[in-house]
């Protein structure tokens, strides 16, 4: 007999879990804290994808893949980003198993194979982005850039709920270099405007836009922007956020430009 979908405003956590079980888009996974998006699920997600692409292409951003892996040093070389993902942070260590000798069947990390610097699996990406834009920008000419990526992130999330917030989750992060700050400020909102009208027009989600507290802003971040969705609980979700990074990531990876 199938289950009941537990009454909304008895317990509106429980009735969003079960309503994401009954419509069939996604289950919890045997690894801790992920999911697995299903097929209905999934194909919402690539029409929500399909749609917020074209809006990116719109506003002049171009798509690109970084690496998964990010080395440690990287993470330390803006340092209130490295304290604020610290305890997120999912580590590779080495790079090969082999069997057990003394359990026949088991596998063991090789202890010969530990790596020389350990990888970071990225939270996100703005380190190993901002490694490789010291060789991508020169001069003025070639500015702005305006790069965005669809991928995969992974913050060991302690409580985890399916698409709120797992273990590993898919997104698109977008980031971009200017030639002045006020380029820079106008590029974050006109992308919270995105966010916005992606939100309230294809999602038909109505939506709150402000600037985070200092204490909730992005780890590395001068200035956080965000939308908000207001729950039926009572409580606000957070459903986008561009942030405004200044010269932070620029200066830790010595990205630099000629005006001439």
């Excluded at 057990?100 to 350990?118: C, R």
């Excluded at 699996?121 to 003025?140: A, D, F, G, H, L």
């Excluded at 700050?181 to 989600?205: C, I, P």
């Amino acid at each position: 007999m199938a289950k009941e979908i537990t009454n909304r405003a008895a317990d509106y956590s429980q009735w969003y879990i079960d309503l994401v079980k009954k419509a069939d888009l996604a289950e919890n996974s045997d690894v801790r804290g992920c999911m697995v998006i299903k097929p209905y699920g999934f194909s919402i997600w690539e029409k929500m994808q399909q749609a917020l692409d074209k809006m990116f292409k719109d506003t002049g951003h171009s798509n690109a893949y970084f690496p998964l892996f990010i080395p440690k040093s990287f993470l330390a070389k803006e340092a209130s980003h490295v304290e604020g993902f610290a305890k997120e942070c999912a580590v590779v260590t080495h790079y090969r198993l082999k069997a057990d000798p003394d359990n026949k069947g088991k596998l063991m990390v090789d202890p010969g194979a530990k790596l020389e610097e350990e990888l970071i699996i990225r939270p996100t990406s703005e380190t190993v982005i901002w490694n490789t834009y010291r060789n991508w920008i020169q001069s003025w000419r070639d500015l702005p850039l305006l790069i965005n990526q669809w991928c995969n992130i992974v913050r060991w999330e302690m409580r985890t709920r399916i698409f709120l917030r797992t273990a590993e989750f898919l997104w698109q992060e977008g980031h971009t270099a200017h030639a002045t700050s006020d380029e820079a400020v106008e590029e974050t909102e006109r992308m919270l405007g995105v966010y916005a009208d992606f939100a309230e027009n294809w999602l038909a989600l109505p939506v709150v836009r402000g600037v985070k507290s200092p204490n909730e802003r992005f780890a590395g971040a001068i200035e956080t922007y965000c939308i908000e969705g207001l729950m039926q609980d009572g409580k606000a979700l957070q459903c986008g956020t561009p942030h405004l990074l200044g010269q932070n990531f620029a200066k830790g990876f010595d990205v630099r430009s000629t005006n001439s």
